[in-house]
């Protein structure tokens, strides 16, 4: 539960940023908001590290995707930074290196990070394994769900809406969110023994915000299969009980 209330409010940060990029979002009651959301911006910050590389690469794809001015918003500046603060304190906290002296990775001996790149590479993929096995049964569901879906809310295709696919900044913005799943892994290569299901909750939203973004991106083609109504509607009710 506790895990989950982080993932929860740590969205919600990355929800609001994403605001004040698109709508230059302001926040009500600014002598009490402000305040507020800065120190909210710090221990969002000092909450996970594995979500702190993640939320970083995708304020920074939607910055420059957006070809937005951030250097003009002193809000959002201050805000990152104090995100970053809160991020440094949870990077060098002593226990992350009693964590990894005592893993079987040998990442760090007397308080020294010893690792070669071709392990942290082993660590890496063997975590991604872990995370792609866990997250299978979601995987499989979430893509039929969504494929099922656009089926039943058949969409017409026109030449307008085909024109979405020449959208190429929506499209490297979707893929930010693959990329950013696997970044939420580089933390656990220092101490693989520390990934386990429960860690995976942000590798499992971004990759389910992935597929289902990429497969609406794609709805007007995936429409136009020939797929049965009752067919959707079955797996739609098969698969959603999975979920």
Same mark, same amino acid.
């Given at each position: 539960?506790?895990?989950?209330?982080?993932?929860?409010?740590?969205?919600?940060?990355?929800?609001?940023?994403?605001?004040?990029?698109?709508?230059?979002?302001?926040?009500?009651? &600014?002598?009490?908001?402000? &305040?507020?959301?800065?120190?909210?911006?710090?221990?969002?910050?000092?909450?996970?590290?594995?979500?702190?590389?993640?939320?970083?690469?995708?304020?920074?794809?939607?910055?420059?995707?957006?070809?937005?001015?951030?250097?003009?918003?002193?809000?959002?500046?201050?805000?990152?930074?104090?995100?970053?603060?809160?991020?440094?304190?949870?990077?060098?906290?002593?226990?992350?290196?009693?964590?990894?002296?005592?893993?079987?990775?040998?990442?760090?001996?007397?308080?020294?990070?010893?690792?070669?790149?071709?392990?942290?590479?082993?660590?890496?993929?063997?975590?991604?394994?872990?995370?792609?096995?866990?997250?299978? &049964?979601?995987?499989?569901?979430?893509?039929?769900?969504?494929?099922?879906?656009?089926?039943?809310?058949?969409?017409?295709?026109?030449?307008?809406?085909?024109?979405?696919?020449?959208?190429?900044?929506?499209?490297?913005?979707?893929?930010?969110?693959?990329?950013?799943?696997?970044?939420?892994?580089?933390?656990?290569?220092?101490? &693989?023994?520390?990934?386990?299901?429960?860690?995976?909750?942000?590798?499992?939203?971004?990759?389910?915000?992935?597929?289902?973004?990429?497969?609406?991106?794609?709805?007007?083609?995936?429409?136009?299969?020939?797929?049965?109504?009752?067919?959707?509607?079955?797996?739609?009710?098969?698969?959603?009980?999975?979920?």
């Amino acid at each position: 539960i506790q895990y989950m209330f982080i993932t929860l409010l740590s969205f919600l940060w990355l929800f609001i940023i994403f605001k004040k990029i698109d709508d230059n979002y302001s926040l009500k009651y &600014p002598f009490v908001s402000y &305040p507020v959301f800065f120190m909210f911006s710090f221990l969002i910050g000092s909450g996970n590290q594995s979500w702190a590389l993640v939320s970083l690469f995708l304020i920074a794809s939607k910055i420059i995707i957006n070809k937005y001015k951030f250097y003009k918003n002193k809000t959002l500046i201050f805000s990152i930074l104090l995100f970053c603060s809160g991020a440094t304190l949870m990077f060098i906290a002593p226990g992350n290196f009693s964590r990894a002296s005592i893993s079987s990775a040998k990442t760090v001996t007397n308080g020294l990070f010893d690792i070669s790149i071709l392990v942290l590479f082993k660590n890496y993929f063997l975590v991604l394994k872990k995370y792609i096995v866990w997250n299978i &049964p979601l995987i499989l569901s979430a893509t039929i769900i969504k494929i099922a879906l656009i089926v039943i809310n058949k969409h017409t295709i026109d030449e307008k809406k085909e024109s979405i696919l020449y959208d190429k900044m929506k499209l490297y913005f979707i893929l930010s969110f693959l990329i950013g799943a696997l970044i939420n892994i580089i933390p656990f290569a220092l101490s &693989p023994e520390s990934a386990v299901p429960r860690t995976s909750i942000f590798f499992r939203i971004l990759i389910f915000i992935f597929i289902w973004t990429l497969l609406d991106y794609f709805k007007n083609y995936i429409s136009s299969f020939k797929i049965h109504k009752k067919f959707a509607s079955f797996s739609l009710i098969v698969f959603g009980s999975i979920v």
